[in-house]
């Protein structure tokens, strides 16, 4: 008696098999120890500066007036949120030291509020380099258009708008240990993040900056303004530049994910994606050497917060009041939205 093969039972046992090779087998982290450190430096040198930033961009910020140092303050608030929720819950906490054996409910919890704190960052520049556009280019409407209350106003509501389109991101996939390729929803909210987080962003950047800067040039041929022209494109376009480039990568690999290979299955792709987000999340850190780099007074409010220089309170005082006094001549409009 010969006996017969039970091919749906084989069948069954294969598919098990190739399951379980796939979840035993996951694409290895080549970086490995090397990604906790730089994101342990990140987190530990980060955060104080950008706490110190936030400080001096407040002192700024009540005692000029500005609307472009609430801008800042609100950039500085969202960069820190940023490496909270994403740097030290989810990177830190979540991959090294619980080695992502935590409930998925409190990874997809997590997920929203990293994605939240993302798109309020970039939004709050999206916001700012308008109100540098509209400081530059149309200066009589500028002090009717912008003044604290409705900045305020403005940055509230940016905050609330990022947390709700923060919320469908509850069901983003994980990508590390998610074996399966992206389904419908994986792409939808794949795409929608590239659009959100960095397509329509950096479109727009071009568009506004590609502006202003034509209309600096036909300005600069007053050769008596040329100094202050340049510190203001400088600090206008650093930190949109900074954006497009360190998010580039991360962008160009979610796509690749999306329709090459999957994380879980190829290391190059897995040691791409780990790269692509430590460039990324180098952007919440590098904001305060631009600010340093470009204006002398943050360079001063911070001494003083230091401890390294005396405030001159009497010195603010007097910019102030040129500043109300002589608001329609050029030089005070240039002087208003640079930092």
């Known amino acids: 008696m010969i006996p017969l093969q039970n091919t749906s039972g084989n069948k069954t046992s294969l598919l098990a098999v190739e399951e379980e090779g796939q979840k035993s087998d996951p694409s290895p982290c080549v970086l490995g120890y090397i990604q906790i450190v730089y994101y342990s430096i990140l987190l530990g040198l980060?955060?104080?500066?950008?706490?110190?930033?936030?400080?001096?961009?407040?002192?700024?910020?009540?005692?000029?007036?500005?609307?472009?140092?609430?801008?800042?303050?609100?950039?500085?608030?969202?960069?820190?949120?940023?490496?909270?929720?994403?740097?030290?819950?989810?990177?830190?906490?979540?991959?090294?030291?619980l080695h992502r054996k935590?409930?998925?409910?409190?990874?997809?919890?997590?997920?929203?509020?990293?994605?939240?704190?993302?798109?309020?960052?970039?939004?709050?520049?999206?916001?700012?380099?308008?109100?540098?556009?509209?400081?530059?280019?149309?200066?009589?409407?500028?002090r009717s258009l912008s003044y604290p209350e409705r900045t305020r106003r403005i940055i509230i509501s940016v905050f609330l708008a990022s947390f709700v389109t923060g919320i469908p991101f509850y069901w983003w996939s994980d990508v590390w240990r998610d074996p399966r390729t992206p389904g419908l929803l994986d792409r939808v909210l794949k795409w929608v993040h590239c659009f959100i987080i960095y397509f329509i962003p950096c479109t727009f950047f071009f568009v506004i900056n590609s502006i202003i800067i034509l209309r600096l040039r036909k300005k600069?041929?007053?050769?008596r303004y040329k100094l202050r022209i340049e510190k203001t494109t400088a600090i206008l376009i650093g930190i949109t530049t900074v954006?497009?480039?360190?998010?580039?990568?991360?962008?160009?690999?979610?796509?690749?994910?999306?329709?090459?290979?999957?994380?879980?299955?190829?290391?190059?792709?897995?040691?791409?994606?780990?790269?692509?987000?430590?460039?990324?999340l180098l952007n919440t850190t590098v904001n305060f050497i631009l600010y340093c780099f470009v204006s002398k007074r943050f360079r001063d409010v911070v001494k003083e917060i230091l401890g390294i220089q005396k405030p001159c309170r009497t010195t603010e005082g007097k910019k102030s009041q040129?500043?109300?006094?002589?608001?329609?001549?050029?030089?005070e409009v240039l002087q208003a939205t640079t930092i």
């Not at 001096?56 to 140092?69: D, G, I, P």
């Not at 600069?220 to 050769?223: A, D, G, N, P």
């Not at 690749?256 to 994380?263: D, E, G, L, Q, T």
């Not at 040129?322 to 030089?331: E, F, Q, R, V």
């Open 102 to 142: 935590v409930p998925n409910a409190f990874i997809h919890m997590v997920s929203v509020l990293e994605f939240s704190s993302n798109h309020a960052s970039i939004w709050i520049t999206v916001i700012l380099t308008m109100d540098r556009y509209v400081a530059l280019c149309l200066p009589l409407q500028y």
């Open 322 to 331: 040129t500043d109300s006094s002589d608001s329609l001549k050029a030089m």
């Open 46 to 97: 980060g955060l104080p500066v950008n706490i110190l930033t936030a400080v001096t961009l407040s002192k700024l910020a009540f005692r000029t007036k500005k609307s472009s140092y609430f801008y800042l303050l609100a950039l500085t608030t969202s960069d820190i949120l940023t490496q909270i929720f994403i740097i030290f819950i989810g990177f830190i906490l979540q991959t090294a030291i």
């Open 220 to 223: 600069s041929e007053t050769k």
């Open 243 to 280: 954006f497009a480039v360190l998010w580039a990568p991360r962008t160009i690999v979610i796509i690749i994910h999306m329709y090459v290979i999957s994380v879980h299955k190829d290391w190059r792709v897995h040691l791409a994606m780990d790269i692509g987000n430590m460039l990324a």
